[in-house]
Nanobody, 126 residues
Framework: QVQLVESGGRLVQAGGSLRLSCAASGRTFREYALGWFRQVPGKEREFVAVISWSANYTSYADSVKGRFTISRDNAKNTVYLQMNSLKPEDTAVYSC???????????????????WGQGTQVTVSS
């Protein structure tokens, strides 16, 4: 079991940057693949980024590639999402997710993750 708590979301102007954090409890954090998803009201949860337990594999949604960077610090049980060049369409609730061991082949599918945080609101104004 792992519990996840996100932080760092706030209101920011277009073109600005934010870094989201997701702190995890549990001694086996390093054994989990981690992902970030986002959701706006009335729409399905959308994949943003994923990172393997060793951080040697990452993948991004096309909409954020080149602007967002996912990273993790296993010593601090924390995964990060650095978001640069933010756009109004990035406005959403961002949630982190975890699944044991390897990144799933369908990592872009929320159902491939077992544990979720409560989310943090990111609002990008134009």
């Amino acid at each position: 079991q792992v519990q996840l708590v996100e932080s760092g979301g706030r209101l920011v102007q277009a073109g600005g940057s934010l870094r989201l954090s997701c702190a995890a409890s549990g001694r086996t954090f390093r054994e989990y693949a981690l992902g970030w998803f986002r959701q706006v009201p009335g729409k399905e949860r959308e994949f943003v980024a994923v990172i393997s337990w060793s951080a040697n594999y990452t993948s991004y949604a096309d909409s954020v590639k080149g602007r967002f960077t996912i990273s993790r610090d296993n010593a601090k049980n924390t995964v990060y999402l650095q978001m640069n060049s933010l756009k109004p369409e990035d406005t959403a609730v961002y949630s982190c997710a975890a699944r044991p061991l390897a990144v799933s082949l369908d990592y872009y599918n929320p159902s491939s993750f077992d544990f979720w945080g409560q989310g943090t609101q990111v609002t990008v104004s134009s």
